[in-house]
């Protein structure tokens, strides 16, 4: 909206229509992105690799092992879970929030994950993000993504839809 808006100079009115949106959001959306701009602030901090690959690890360990209290230590106390089926799976339908709803919810999937035969779980980055997934045999059943800030794990989300999940297994060529 702010391209459309700043650098090819459209009305919002027509950024309004162009987008979806009420012309007070785009107002809204335009003078957010001004202040961002003139600020010249990042509005992320760099992902450190390492203590990301250390919380994961520990996370992982955590969940693995059934251990409440090293989950505990990794969840922020607002942690959210959120997840998406799509409808077609289960899946919780509103998210989860705090540290402790979230780390029961966690507690059963993994304990029903190893009564699973064949079901196997291996770290993976999406969208820039550390995240687990879980396939059975060659077929997908989610993908969860964590979220981490400073030392702690403030959001999980967890892809379940089926046909999101196909995604994943279909190569892409990138080009120029």
Known sequence: MFVLREVFGFGYDEVA???????????????????????????????????????????MTATATGDLAG?????????????????????????????????AVLMDLFRTGRERPGLRLQMANYNNAPAMVANLGDHPEGVLLIEITGEKITNLYVIRNPDKLV??????????
Not at 167 to 176: A, C, D, F, L
Request: net charge positive; proline share 5%; aromatic share 4%.
């Open 17 to 59: 229509a162009a987008v979806g949106k009420s012309v007070a959001a785009v107002h809204q959306v335009a003078h957010r992105a001004r202040e961002h701009v003139q600020a010249r602030r990042r509005r992320f901090q760099p992902v450190d690799t390492a203590k990301t690959a250390r919380i994961t690890e520990q996370f």
């Open 71 to 103: 989950l505990l230590d990794l969840l922020a106390p607002d942690v959210v879970w959120t997840a998406d089926s799509g409808g077609k799976v289960t899946a919780s339908r509103r998210p989860v929030v705090g540290a402790r709803k979230v780390a």
């Open 167 to 176: 995604t994943m297994t279909v190569p892409r060529q990138i080009s120029r």
